[in-house]
């Protein structure tokens, strides 16, 4: 009542204080206590409704006297990471003066212990996507706001200013757990922004500073000040000392290395606008990265090894779409390369480990080179990346081959490369210049110039002291062949222009001591190779070589116990090492358009070719030394002509020249071969299987007209062999069977020298056809033929008279004038063939009977007056003997012989009994004929001949031999043989 009447009598100004005294204790009460729960549960609420997660708030502290509030343990739950996004306290400040200046302005902003987690799933999904999705449906089920109308202006930020803007103790988590074993990367996280506001215009508004401390160290410095009407940002950035290795351990299952080592700096001015249209510039910028190490597991070294790259200057601008990078540096980079089963391992390492996966990146990254290529040759990239100088300094790389076994590696150092003006995006000329060492001792050089649009390249290179036997075991796997010795040097200029890339190159090399081994044994030599004025032109696919020049080349072929030479021996190699007999087919048909190629001169200059045959016993060894001369011409397009002089010595002393034309395509040759004074001795692994003996002596000389036309082989050739003879026989189951030493002597005159013309002829596309073949062929078939039938070779010799039986006048030993002509013939044989000697045989025959007897019953008629049978028949008395003759020795009528009837004329039945009385005496005394009359006769014919030829002829006594004679035989006066 009190209280009632003390309202009532108070004054209106102390009621009035009274009210709002009243009023701020309630507004006090209902700061502190009523609102900090209300807060809570429905922020709580509405956060859960819109994340669709937990939402978590431990505490809501508001200060109505001061204007703060303070929210404490706020947290939005996930079942992966516990927590999706949380802090641990949260204190805003609020200035009441806001109230009268129309801005709202705190005093301080500060975030404690702010927490953002996340994680990467298989599939690609993350933790937080269903937050997401769920905020994605509250938004489209929240009712339309009413579009504005066209004329009103869109209202611009609200005044907003904040003194003090904090972040303390942060971090960010994120958690890798796509693969096998789950990665978790932590970065600290904490920044500060001084006198903050949305319409703040002052050169100290806006100030923020941000800064992330990495695990170990590494940390994130971002200063600047940036302004909302319109937005503006300018500042600096600066990452130092960031570690590489855990960021590295999150890529694990899209990369296959991974990173031992590795240190980034980076640092940038930048500004940012965004009107009138959105634009970034970086300035001074600076990138320095340390100690980069990219390790294949399993590897005991790293694939690649970034001691420092440091890159200088980088400015950006998104509008203009530039970068300019003054200078990049890059210290003693080391790249090791290795080739297994499945290729370049360096190829492979920044590709998923997943099959199908890797090769959809394969084929994505394909078609984005593809088309940032193409851009770049029309001159419509998107950008221009301008790079002023790249420095590489002391660079290696080792490349390591484990298709071999063992594994052969090959090594660059010490390489140097400065790369200047290459831009991207714009026509401009770079230029290039570096050089390098391979093995440790070949030297590389090299430098240039091109344009990236349109594409061009100029280069240069040279290549000094290239040791060629590191490269030996690549050669062993491919072929049966070793690279013993060799050092290569090549300079070279190559250019390549246009969109189809035209390669233009020109070159001279030279290569030095050179040795190739084929099973242990040398296989070529080269003192000095070299190849001056190379041209290659791939637009019109054509090689021209000026000269290749071979001093002092050493080749050889051998030819194995089992027949097989160098070829047979090498393709046979290569298939065994070809196992799933794939092979290449580089045909014409499948390769387009054939490469000319053109070599102006072949010179030779002291070099040797030597050949071995292990086939034959004893082994066969020839050789072409101090080989000189020069092919010219040599060219691939038809009907094109090469010249061939040659000249050498066939085992060092006998002279050799080949000379002449030649054509590739179609084959075409016309050759002149001449051999002199070749030792024959070195033939006798080829007398002794073909022949049956050893060559004792002799000197060979050719000469052979060779021509190939229409693939067709026809030679003339001359063979002159001087003092051949044949020594000790040679057991060979392949020998002719024939007198071959015999043989020798028939074509053999009387200087000693056998002089044979050989013509071959074949077809080179019947697989039978063989050159040596034929030769061999064509020469023992004249061998055999002199040793079986010499006369008929020596026929020419006695003016064509066949000797091998010289006739007589059948009954008589006395040498008439066909005899004795046949005898002169073969004086001048024995003349013209001093190693001969002849055996006569003397002969006789039928006719020698029939004359025997004839003579014997002759003499027994008419004695010595007797002339024979036909003049006997002319005269009576003769007649009358002959018949009386035979009716007294047979005691027969003689007219028994005649059956018809007799001429009536007076003397012709005498003549007719006459001539049937001699036919039946001559037919029955030839039958009864002594034989040593005929032995006898044979034997006078034998020795009136030798007579003849010794006494006569002039024939050496010891050079004619009587042999045993020949009754009843074919010839009736000698027949021949020769011996030697």
Excluded: C
């Excluded at 080349?553 to 051998?558: C, G, I, P, Q, T």
Aim: glycine share 8%.
């Amino acid at each position: 009542m009190k209280v009632l009447q003390a309202w009532k009598s108070s004054s209106w100004k102390v009621k009035t204080l009274i009210i709002l005294a009243s009023l701020y204790l309630l507004y006090a009460l209902f700061g502190f206590f009523l609102a900090p729960g209300l807060v809570r549960d429905n922020a709580s609420k509405a956060l859960a409704d819109l994340t669709g997660r937990q939402v978590t708030i431990d505490e809501v502290k508001i200060n109505p006297l001061v204007l703060s509030a303070t929210v404490n343990g706020f947290s939005i739950q996930d079942d992966q990471t516990e927590v999706l996004l949380g802090f641990n306290q949260l204190y805003v400040n609020f200035q009441l003066s806001s109230l009268f200046r129309w801005s709202w302005h705190f005093d301080e902003v500060m975030l404690d212990a702010l927490t953002v987690r996340a994680q990467r799933n298989p599939g690609n999904t993350f933790s937080f996507d269903d937050v997401l999705t769920h905020i994605q449906e509250q938004l489209a089920q929240a009712p339309e706001e009413e579009a504005p109308e066209p004329e009103q202006e869109e209202p611009g930020l609200p005044a907003i200013s904040i003194a003090s803007l904090s972040l303390a103790a942060g971090d960010l988590r994120f958690t890798e757990a796509s693969g096998d074993e789950p990665e978790k990367l932590v970065l600290p996280l904490a920044f500060t922004v001084s006198n903050f506001s949305t319409k703040g215009k002052g050169e100290n508004s806006n100030d923020y500073a941000i800064r992330l401390e990495g695990p170990d160290g590494g940390a994130l410095d971002w200063q600047g000040r940036f302004e909302f009407t319109p937005f503006i940002a300018r500042g600096h950035l600066s990452v130092e000392k960031v570690d590489l290795v855990p960021l590295a351990r999150l890529l694990k299952n899209e990369v296959r290395f991974t990173v031992p080592s590795g240190e980034l700096d980076v640092e940038t001015a930048y500004h940012f606008a965004a009107e009138p249209q959105p634009k970034v510039v970086l300035s001074d910028g600076q990138m320095v990265l340390r100690q980069l190490q990219l390790l294949k597991p399993g590897e005991d070294s790293p694939s690649v090894s970034l001691p420092q790259v440091s890159v200088e200057g980088v400015e950006l601008d998104s509008l203009a779409q530039k970068v300019n990078v003054p200078k990049v540096t890059v210290t003693n980079p080391e790249l090791g390369v290795v080739l297994n089963e499945q290729g370049i391992d360096l190829a492979t390492l920044f590709l998923p480990s997943d099959r199908e996966a890797a090769e959809e990146r394969v084929e994505e990254v394909k078609e984005k080179a593809e088309q940032a290529a193409q851009k770049v040759q029309e001159g419509k990239a998107d950008w221009i990346v301008r790079l002023d100088t790249l420095q590489v300094d002391g660079s290696g790389l080792r490349f390591t081959d484990r298709t071999l076994q063992p594994a052969q590696a090959l090594t660059l150092s010490d390489g140097q490369l400065t790369l200047k003006n290459l831009i991207i995006g714009e026509p401009a000329t770079f230029t290039w210049e570096g050089s390098s060492k391979i093995q440790q001792s070949g030297t590389l050089k090299h430098s240039g110039e091109g344009n990236l649009t349109p594409f061009s390249v100029d280069a240069q290179a040279a290549l000094q002291g290239l040791p060629l036997v590191p490269f030996s075991p690549w050669l062993e796997r491919e072929a049966p062949l070793v690279l013993a010795d060799g050092v290569l040097s090549v300079d070279t200029r190559a250019s390549v222009k246009g969109e189809n890339t035209a390669v233009t190159v020109s070159a001279n090399a030279s290569l030095e001591n050179f040795s190739l081994l084929e099973n242990g044994e040398s296989l070529l030599k080269i003192n000095q190779g070299s190849v001056t004025d190379l041209s290659l032109a791939s637009a019109g696919q054509t090689v021209r070589i000026g000269e290749i020049g071979l001093t002092g080349m050493d080749m050889a072929n051998r030819v194995d116990a089992q027949g097989r030479d160098v070829a047979t021996r090498i393709q046979a190699g290569m298939a065994s090492g070809d196992a799933s007999g794939s092979g290449s087919d580089t045909s014409q048909g499948e390769q387009g358009k054939s490469w000319q190629v053109t070599v102006d001169r072949v010179r030779l200059v002291g070099s040797q070719i030597r050949h071995e045959d292990l086939s034959l016993s004893p082994d066969f060894r020839i050789g072409l030394y101090e080989l000189s001369g020069n092919l010219r011409n040599l060219d691939t397009r038809p009907g094109r002509k090469a010249t061939m002089d040659l000249n050498a010595q066939v085992d060092r002393y006998a002279p050799f020249s080949i000379k002449g034309a030649l054509t590739a395509e179609p084959l075409f040759t016309d050759l002149n071969i001449s051999l002199k004074n070749y030792e024959m001795t070195g033939l006798t692994p080829y007398t002794g299987q073909y022949l049956g003996y050893k060559v004792e002596k002799g000197q060979l000389g050719v000469n052979s007209g060779v021509s190939i036309d229409n693939n067709r082989l026809s030679s003339n050739t001359n063979i002159l062999a001087d003092e051949f003879y044949l020594g000790e026989k040679v057991s060979s189951d392949t020998a002719v069977n024939a007198p071959v030493k015999l043989g020798l002597s028939v074509l053999r005159n009387r200087s000693g020298k056998i002089t044979l013309p050989v013509a071959m002829d074949g077809d080179l596309n019947d697989p039978s056809f063989s050159v040596g073949g034929m030769v061999l062929k064509v020469l023992s078939n004249v061998v055999v033929k002199a040793a079986t039938a010499p006369f008929s070779v020596l026929s020419a010799l006695a003016g064509g008279k066949n000797l091998e039986s010289i006739a007589f006048e059948p009954g008589l030993a006395a040498t008439g004038q066909d005899t004795a002509s046949s005898l002169e013939a073969l004086a001048k044989v024995l003349n013209e063939r001093p190693e001969l000697r002849v055996g006569l045989i003397g002969t006789t025959n039928a006719e020698d009977r029939t004359a025997l007897a004839a003579q014997a019953i002759g003499r027994e008629v008419a004695d010595e007056d007797w002339q024979g049978i036909d003049d006997a028949l002319q005269e009576k008395k003769w007649r009358r003997k002959l018949i009386r003759r035979y009716e007294s020795s047979t005691d027969r009528d003689v007219e028994s012989l005649v059956g018809n009837a007799l001429p009536e004329d007076e003397e012709q039945p005498e003549t007719v009994l006459a001539k049937a009385a001699w036919e039946t005496m001559l037919a029955t005394d030839t039958k009864a004929l002594d034989r040593a009359q005929l032995t006898e006769l044979a034997r006078l014919r034998g020795e009136n001949a030798k007579a003849m030829l010794v006494q006569t002829l002039g024939i050496e006594q010891s050079r004619i031999f009587l042999n045993e004679t020949n009754v009843d035989g074919k010839v009736a006066g000698l027949t021949l043989t020769l011996e030697k």
